[in-house]
């Protein structure tokens, strides 16, 4: 009797020290059975920090969302108007022109531009603005503000042919006209580059920050064709 009672006594010591040396292992680590860390885990479960917020500026400065400012406005509201007498001047190429050269550069001018006109129009119209009225045609001086323009725009649209100058086009023909075309489509593109460049600055509206550095790009590169096609280095 007194031998069962010692080993009985040994037996329960024995799992007394099996069950706290099991307890100081729990606590002695954050790791679960699988033997991942769970503070590991729950940190790398976290989503690295984003480098950029939603609706604020990307690294070039500009808004990622559709968020528009006066800038925007202005440049579509003025490039429009621009774009329509680069058209006009476009236009009167194919029946004055001598030189293919110069109807393929006009018809070239047109394609581009007509499309970024409907563009920008769309982009008023949804930021609940007013699409400047289409007054090109019109014998007026597009130099000088006009009653129905939202403000005046003489300041703002450098490039722009006069009435004057528009009526001289209109009245070359042949080689003479080529000269003249070339020579006032150049001002005018140089104008639309001034333009471009003053909208990729201050715009914040992604599309027309873009739009503007294509201006930029083609006006630039036929600028150069231009001077070369009126024999200028």
Same mark, same amino acid.
Request: hydrophobic share 35%; charged share 25%; net charge negative.
């Given at each position: 009797?007194?031998?069962?009672?010692?080993?009985?006594?040994?037996?329960?010591?024995?799992?007394?020290?099996?069950?706290? #040396?099991?307890?100081?292992?729990?606590?002695?680590?954050?790791?679960?059975?699988?033997?991942?860390?769970?503070?590991?885990?729950?940190?790398?479960?976290?989503?690295?920090?984003?480098?950029?917020?939603?609706?604020?500026?990307? #690294?070039?400065?500009?808004?990622?969302?559709?968020?528009?400012?006066?800038?925007?406005?202005?440049? #579509?509201?003025?490039?429009?108007?621009?774009?329509? /007498?680069?058209?006009?001047? !476009?236009?009167?190429?194919?029946?004055?022109?001598?030189?293919?050269?110069? *109807?393929?550069?006009?018809?070239?001018? *047109?394609?581009?531009?007509?499309?970024?006109?409907?563009?920008?129009?769309?982009?008023?119209?949804?930021?609940?603005?007013?699409?400047?009225?289409?007054?090109?045609?019109?014998?007026?001086?597009?130099?000088?503000?006009?009653?129905?323009?939202?403000?005046?725009?003489?300041?703002?649209?450098?490039?722009? %042919?006069?009435?004057?100058?528009?009526?001289?086009?209109? *009245?070359?023909?042949?080689?003479?006209?080529?000269?003249?075309?070339?020579? %006032? %489509?150049? *001002?005018?593109?140089?104008?639309?580059?001034?333009?471009?460049?003053?909208?990729?600055?201050?715009?914040?509206?992604?599309? !027309?920050?873009?739009?503007?550095?294509?201006?930029?790009?083609?006006?630039?590169?036929?600028?150069? /064709? %231009?001077?070369?096609?009126?024999?200028?280095?």
């Amino acid at each position: 009797m007194t031998a069962y009672r010692t080993f009985v006594r040994r037996t329960a010591v024995a799992a007394t020290a099996g069950a706290a #040396a099991l307890v100081l292992a729990a606590c002695g680590s954050d790791k679960p059975a699988g033997g991942h860390d769970m503070g590991a885990k729950e940190s790398g479960s976290r989503p690295a920090a984003s480098t950029q917020a939603d609706g604020h500026n990307s #690294a070039d400065g500009h808004d990622t969302t559709d968020a528009h400012n006066s800038a925007d406005i202005s440049f #579509a509201k003025e490039m429009i108007q621009h774009h329509r /007498q680069a058209v006009e001047m !476009a236009e009167l190429a194919e029946g004055r022109a001598a030189s293919k050269d110069v *109807k393929s550069l006009a018809a070239k001018i *047109k394609g581009a531009q007509d499309p970024e006109i409907e563009k920008m129009s769309g982009w008023l119209t949804a930021w609940g603005e007013k699409v400047p009225a289409d007054t090109s045609g019109m014998d007026h001086d597009m130099s000088s503000p006009m009653p129905d323009m939202d403000h005046d725009m003489s300041s703002s649209m450098p490039g722009m %042919m006069s009435a004057g100058d528009m009526d001289e086009l209109k *009245k070359a023909s042949g080689g003479d006209f080529d000269k003249k075309f070339l020579a %006032m %489509m150049v *001002k005018h593109h140089e104008g639309a580059v001034t333009m471009g460049r003053t909208e990729k600055s201050d715009g914040r509206y992604g599309p !027309a920050t873009q739009l503007a550095a294509d201006v930029v790009t083609a006006q630039t590169t036929e600028i150069e /064709q %231009m001077n070369k096609m009126l024999g200028k280095s």
